[in-house]
């Protein structure tokens, strides 16, 4: 069964300094992996997704399968970086999102 | 965007009624809807997935008859928590994807809340 997980619940970093939000996957598929963000009192949206190889706000994720992780890094957070992130997986055919169980970024001045 | 609302955004009952959730698809058709539920400070879990003019395919351990749902139409899926308890207290989020790119939106989710 594929399975998402995000070691760390909380992450606490200075303003401009570097961000890494962890993600490990097991699939026996071929993944598919996203970030999706939520900000507070929004709703959940996508970030990006590891097919596009797009950096967005900044940040960037490779995909590394020998390591079975999908990270998400920015090297200079900024304080409007504070928000939800849930790493995951498609599988199904692509239809169906497993989802980690998400890291709170905070990020202080 | 594309934008996907939910409707009501809170709800509370009163134990062993039903209670009805919309989910539309604002600006786009969707073929197919999904439905997931989240618990306090976990992660979202996939219940069931909405397909327009057909049945729901639910996950293992969702109870269909517990949770039913309807997709009458390309904008429009529905979740009824039927028989309502306590342990339904939960957040619900439907999510719709966009034809053609395949991206999912999310709903803002609905907050239930049996007595």
């Known amino acids: 069964a594929q399975r998402v997980t995000q070691p760390e619940k909380l992450l606490s970093v200075f303003k401009g300094a570097p961000v890494e939000l962890k993600c490990n996957y097991s699939?026996?598929?071929?993944?598919?992996l996203f970030w999706y963000v939520q900000y507070s009192r929004q709703r959940l949206q996508l970030l990006l997704r590891?097919?596009?190889?797009?950096s967005i706000k900044g940040f960037t994720a490779d995909l590394n399968k020998g390591e079975t992780s999908f990270h998400l890094k920015k090297p200079f957070a900024q304080e409007e970086d504070s928000a939800m992130y849930y790493c995951?997986?498609?599988w199904g055919g692509g239809n169906k999102l497993t989802f980690g169980t998400g890291t709170q970024l905070k990020v202080e001045l | 965007g594309a934008v996907v609302s939910q409707h009501p955004s809170r709800v509370i009952c009163k134990s062993g009624t039903s209670v009805k959730i919309e989910c539309r698809s604002l600006?786009?058709?969707?073929?197919?809807m999904f439905w997931y539920r989240q618990f306090p400070k976990q992660s979202l879990m996939l219940m069931a997935t909405?397909?327009?003019?057909?049945?729901?395919?639910?996950e293992q351990g969702v109870e269909k008859d517990k949770f039913l749902i309807n997709h009458a139409s390309l904008t429009l899926s529905t979740l009824t928590v039927t028989s309502a308890h306590p342990e339904d207290s939960s957040f619900y989020i439907c999510?719709?994807?966009?034809?053609?790119?395949?991206?999912?939106?999310f709903g803002e989710g609905s907050r239930l809340t049996v007595l």
């Open positions: 999510s719709a994807r966009l034809a053609g790119t395949g991206e999912l939106f």
């Open positions: 600006d786009f058709q969707a073929t197919t």
């Open positions: 909405s397909n327009e003019g057909s049945k729901a395919t639910y």
């Open positions: 699939y026996s598929g071929s993944p598919e």
């Open positions: 590891h097919i596009s190889r797009e």
């Open positions: 995951a997986l498609s």
